[in-house]
Nanobody, 118 residues
Framework: QVALVESGGGLVQPGGSLRLSCAASGILFEIYKMAWYRQAPGKQRDMVATSTSGGSTNYADSVKGRFTISRDNAKNTVYLQMNSLKPEDTAVYYC????????????WGQGTQVTVSS
């Protein structure tokens, strides 16, 4: 059974930092592109950052230079380090796993709330 479990969300002041974690189980982690998405109230879900086992990363323009995605294949975990947080970063953050080999399985976590406010 596949599960993606996010953690690390919370309330932080503008300019602060948070690190999100997503622990995956039930998948061959190495063949999956892992990603973080976010969805603010009344808005669509947008890609924040992606990471492949080969080391390729990609970021939304709005977070470049502030957020860093990383992964630990030995722990089946992907992280999102978020620095210099802004109120507009407030959203529910979702972990996503997309298979790059074989059937194109696509899985989502339950989401974790990040609120940036003074």
């Amino acid at each position: 059974q596949v599960a993606l479990v996010e953690s690390g969300g919370g309330l932080v002041q503008p300019g602060g930092s948070l690190r999100l974690s997503c622990a995956a189980s039930g998948i061959l982690f190495e063949i999956y592109k892992m990603a973080w998405y976010r969805q603010a109230p009344g808005k669509q879900r947008d890609m924040v950052a992606t990471s492949t086992s080969g080391g390729s990363t990609n970021y939304a323009d709005s977070v470049k230079g502030r957020f860093t995605i990383s992964r630990d294949n030995a722990k089946n975990t992907v992280y999102l380090q978020m620095n210099s947080l802004k109120p507009e970063d407030t959203a529910v953050y979702y972990c996503n796993a997309l298979a790059l080999l074989g059937p194109q399985h696509d899985y989502w976590g339950q989401g974790t709330q990040v609120t940036v406010s003074s």
